[in-house]
């Protein structure tokens, strides 16, 4: 089968055809995947971030067919459609109770993921990026790492609700908590910005606002519902009517300057949620008193805080009924073999998601 490897950080990705894979064991299923989506985050896990090992098949936005189940595997069976999660819930641990399975407890870090597929290329087992290694063929994910897709979504557009769209969409919906009649401003419009501009306007949002250096993606924000869109360097608060500064801002960049601009954007009592993931050095100051007295909420999103196996069907329902545009997150669909022009087009930010149908 055809694999994506990254051999060296900074590296560029070698399609090889001569990878393998273990049979799927217990709690496990094996899926031949049919279409994957490139994120920023495949980009930066591709540089070493976030301990990732290499030599390395990365991928974490997946759909496609299940090919075998293991033992004791209940509620999929050999070819079902299903989305791929790089958030598996065990079901059970404190947070898993809590309807919380986005922060499950028992998921491992990307640098502990190792090679759950039992992946080789040649003669060199290889990691396997986020457990999902979605830039292969096939790969063996846990049981609960799959969830079931109706016959009539696309693999190309149900991969994006593996990580984009839920993300975005969910710090809207689910973290911010966006109200009927809310002000909301989005920084950062690449698919989690976008999907996250979806969200708000989905939740009703009255003033939905987006910032991004990019006049394209701009563009795009006010296809999506954005009321208005500006520059990094415009004042966003000048499109507000009577307002000391928004309801909700999402920062889906995720940088001290963004988060610090994010704050400032909010009114006193206002929310912000933080979307995108930062650097771990990259700190962000707030006095004591900015707290107590402007009374804001910063609240960190991971996964959009959602629980995938509610979200993925009212995601397709909203996209079934024309209300959540997931065609439009899709610049372009192309075979694997076109994965470094993909990646080339991701790092340098001109690219929104491209899919790669395997």
């Given amino acids: 089968m055809r694999a994506a490897v990254i051999w060296e950080p900074e590296g560029r990705f070698e399609v090889r055809s001569d990878a393998t894979r273990d049979a799927a064991g217990p709690g496990q299923v094996a899926v031949r995947v049919r279409a994957a989506g490139v994120c920023q985050t495949d980009m930066s896990l591709a540089a070493g971030a976030f301990g990732q090992q290499m030599p390395v098949v990365l991928g974490h936005e997946g759909a496609g067919e299940v090919l075998e189940v293991g033992p004791d595997v209940t509620g999929v069976s050999p070819g079902d459609r299903v989305l791929i999660t790089w958030v598996p819930p065990c079901g059970y641990c404190y947070h898993c109770v809590r309807h919380e399975t986005y922060i499950c407890a028992n998921r491992k870090r990307s ?31 846990p049981a609960n790492g799959v969830i079931p897709l109706p016959d009539d979504i696309p ?50 949002a009255a003033e ?37 500064g928004f309801d909700v801002v999402i920062d889906a960049v995720a940088n001290s300057a963004t988060i610090a601009s994010a704050w400032r954007a909010a009114r006193r009592g206002g929310r912000i949620a933080i979307v995108g993931a930062g650097r771990p050095e990259d700190l962000v100051e707030l006095t004591a008193q900015d707290l107590f007295h402007d009374e804001k909420r910063l609240i960190g999103s991971y996964y959009g805080s959602s629980d995938m196996r509610r979200e993925v069907p009212r995601l397709i329902a909203l996209w079934r009924a024309g209300r959540l545009d997931l065609e439009g997150m899709v610049d372009e669909v192309v075979d694997l073999e076109r994965i470094n022009d993909v990646a080339l087009g991701q790092r340098s930010g001109h690219t929104l998601r491209t899919m790669l149908t395997l």
Avoid: K, M, W
């Fill in 155 to 204: 693999f190309e557009y149900a991969a994006l609700l593996g990580c984009a769209v839920p993300t975005g969409f969910g710090a809207a919906v689910h973290s911010a908590q966006v109200e009927p009649g809310d002000s909301v401003l989005v920084i950062g419009c690449g698919a989690v910005g976008l999907s996250a501009v979806q969200g708000a306007r989905i939740a009703g």
């Fill in 208 to 244: 939905l606002i987006a910032v991004d250096p990019q006049s394209g993606r701009r563009d795009l924000a006010r296809r999506f519902g954005a009321t208005d869109a500006f520059g990094p360097d415009d004042d966003p608060r000048q499109a507000l009517i009577d307002s000391p």
């Fill in 111 to 141: 640098s502990e993921q190792g090679n759950p597929s039992g992946l080789t290329v040649g003669d060199t087992p290889v990691q396997v990026g986020l457990g999902t290694g979605t830039f292969a063929e096939e790969t063996v994910v």
